[in-house]
């Protein structure tokens, strides 16, 4: 059976409704009164739980504007940029963790984030977070991974570009050191992303295959591909998040607005509720409806004796008279007795043929 994780106080698991995680990344856009304004507006919007990315532009990568240090791709939003002023950019100033922290909690937020390295590990156990995030980019980092791990908390990996030997490799270096609780996130590592590149059956086959639960870390614009991945089990759902697309920033594409976010939310936990059960009959809710269905009434007066035809017999709404699937077994046969409009057809109006017994009453028992 898959396990479940808890993070921060809440259940994560097939049983439980999603968890939803706003990635705030660098919309903050280099201002902390924009940050602290990210956390209360995905408080106000119903999310579950607020994180950020720890590191700085000197752990990431080298101040040179050349070769592979230049982004020249011209698909990427970040294409003119060298590395270095991306990710200086786009980091979360390490003293603006504990107040941006201490907002979330203040509004009822779990609040974690992505180390990059050791040094980011180490720092936010100083700040007691409740679990790590790896990105899609680490996962062949297998010393953070174990860096990671090592501290007890709950992880979540996301498995964007990975291989199956890679995510073998990365859930073996977890169980190397430690139990801890595991969360795979189904991801496309493109920003944006493509609806048509989210590939949401992988999510029951990562499950099934690791033993673990899974979630999505989703790029795509909107909340439709988040919402199909609950409906194919995922029990996470982690977005970008900003104020306003038009305000900019390097994540702003393709992250969600408050009203979008507040949607998502929705839609992800009523995805969740529509899961439900296999199941077959009326549900509670379906049995004031029954009696709407059709079923054989007699449709024009006859006398005793007379001939039940299709001139006076019809499957018609509400449900009080015998199941449409016995109107064959009913023509031509005679009427019990005087028969009114809008009487509900009954075995005991209607004589047996002359070829049957005499006790013909209900041929069908049970089968109204």
Partial sequence: MTR???I?????????????????????????ERALALVDAAANAGAHAVKLQTYTADTMTLDLRAGDFYI???QSPWRGKT??????????????????????????LIAFSTPFDASAVDFLEQLGVPAYKIASFELTDLALIQRAARTGKPLLMSTGMATLDELDDAVRAVRSVSQVG???????????????????????????????????????????????????GAVLVEKHFTLRRADGGVDAEFSLEPAELASLVTETERAFRALGEVHYGPTVAERGSLRFRRSLYVTRAGKTGEPLTLENVRAIRPAGGLKPKHLA??????????LEPGTPLAWELISPRSDEVASFENPLPGDS
Wanted: proline letters at 8%; a neutral charge; aromatic letters at 6%.
């Fill in 72 to 74: 020249e791709d011209p």
């Fill in 8 to 32: 921060g106080g809440r259940r994560v698991g097939a049983g439980h409704p999603p968890l939803v995680i706003a990635e705030l990344s660098g919309n903050h856009n280099q201002s902390l």
């Fill in 329 to 338: 077994s009913v023509l031509g046969r005679n009427a019990a007795r005087d």
């Fill in 4 to 6: 479940e994780v808890v």
């Fill in 182 to 232: 595991l969360v795979l996130l189904r991801c496309t590592s493109a920003y944006p992303a493509t609806a048509d590149a989210a590939n949401l059956r992988t999510i029951p086959h990562l499950r099934e295959l690791f033993d673990v639960p899974v979630g999505i870390s989703d790029h795509t614009p909107g909340v439709g591909v988040a919402t199909a991945a609950v409906a194919l």
């Fill in 83 to 108: 590395l270095h002023e991306l990710y200086r950019q786009a980091h979360t100033p390490w003293e603006w963790h504990a107040p941006i922290f201490e907002r979330c909690r203040a509004r009822g």
